[in-house]
């Protein structure tokens, strides 16, 4: 098991054969994962999986859109050093794809650690206790911060992986310190005791990249300064997780990591997959990426890279303009508490 010190420490090169994935940096338009569900899109009766009846199905497929069950992934992907799984959170069609798969990566390679967006960096010790039996569930899910949805949609991967004791890296940045750069920007960051620093990556590249103009694409409200602080708040994410990955790596170069993050996190090799290789280019990602079975098969979608992970698709949380905004206004109450550093 890890300690938070190895994920802070400098990255030191990766002992693994050069087997760079081929990832595309195609733009999309709809913005999905941590933020809003896409629309759906073109109906192609060609590509539509029977199998995928309910929010329990999914049906995964190669970057081409031909079907593949999870022993020939396994093995398709035996020479990655990183697999980003996408989701849309509480899915639970994609929560059960997750848990398959991590079972079925420790069935064929027991040098697996998971990675996960659900914990953050300063609740490493935490997580450790927890799969070390010190401490018990509730005192995990008080401490360590966890999710609203943490027992229906988390708590399967995190006792698999207790039950297989493999490691968990808590790689995400603190929530207090996200919001407070989506509200004042990244110099918020130049505030932050020595010790606080250490929970953001060392280097946040907020500057212009197909990433960030696909995130100010999908910002329909705010004005053009507050998109930048929250893109520098998003980003902040991003490098976070992948250098928390490049890090461990670092040191556990033999290991093979799954990492769940929000679909756009990780979707057509922008994000966290950029950022893994912007720090480690001779890392091997491979990404799986959650689309609706409805969909066709776009000239986006066949030059991506991306698996494609099948499923229903979430339900339209607007249908009225006016309870859209309700909800956004809503959100922007939650800085009303919120305490930064002055």
């Known amino acids: 098991m890890f300690t938070f010190s190895q994920l802070s420490s400098p990255s030191v090169p990766v002992f693994k054969n050069y087997k760079r994935s081929c990832i595309s940096a195609v733009l999309v338009s709809i913005l999905a994962g941590c933020t809003i569900n896409p629309s759906l899109g073109v109906v192609d009766k060609t590509f539509i999986s029977s199998e995928v009846t309910t929010y329990y199905d999914y049906d995964l497929q190669s970057p081409s859109g031909q079907d593949i069950n999870l022993k020939d992934f396994v093995a398709d992907i035996q020479n990655a050093d990183v697999v980003l799984v ?25 040098n697996v650690t998971l990675s996960m967006e659900q914990f953050t960096r300063d609740k490493q010790a935490i997580v450790n206790a927890y799969l070390a039996g010190e401490i018990g569930e509730g005192t995990l899910i008080k401490q360590a911060n966890t999710w609203p949805n943490y027992n229906s949609d988390y708590r399967p991967l995190v006792e698999l992986a207790k039950t297989k004791e493999i490691d968990i890296i808590a790689a995400n940045a603190p929530k207090n310190i996200i919001r407070c750069i989506g509200k004042e920007g990244i110099s918020y960051v130049d505030k932050l005791p020595a010790d606080e620093r250490t929970w953001l990556a060392a280097n946040i590249n907020t500057q212009d990249s197909p990433y960030k103009t696909h995130f100010m694409a999908s910002m329909h409200h705010g004005d053009e300064s507050q998109n930048e602080h929250k893109f520098a708040s998003q980003v902040t994410w991003d490098e976070t997780m992948a250098e928390s990955i490049v890090n461990y790596l670092a040191t556990n170069p033999h290991k093979q990591v799954m990492h769940i993050a929000g679909k756009f996190h990780t979707e057509n090799g922008l994000g966290t997959a950029a950022s893994i290789l912007a720090r480690a280019p001779e890392l091997n990602v491979v990404i799986v990426t959650p689309v609706n079975v409805n969909s066709a098969m776009t000239s986006t979608a066949t030059s991506s890279s991306d698996y494609r992970l099948q499923v229903i698709t979430p339900p339209k949380k607007f249908v009225k303009e006016a309870n859209m905004m309700a909800s956004f206004k809503g959100l922007s109450k939650r800085n009303d508490k919120l305490t930064c550093i002055e």
């Open 86 to 110: 996408g989701e849309w959170h509480t899915h639970a069609g994609i929560h059960r794809f997750q848990t398959e798969l991590l079972q079925a990566m420790i069935a064929a390679n027991g």
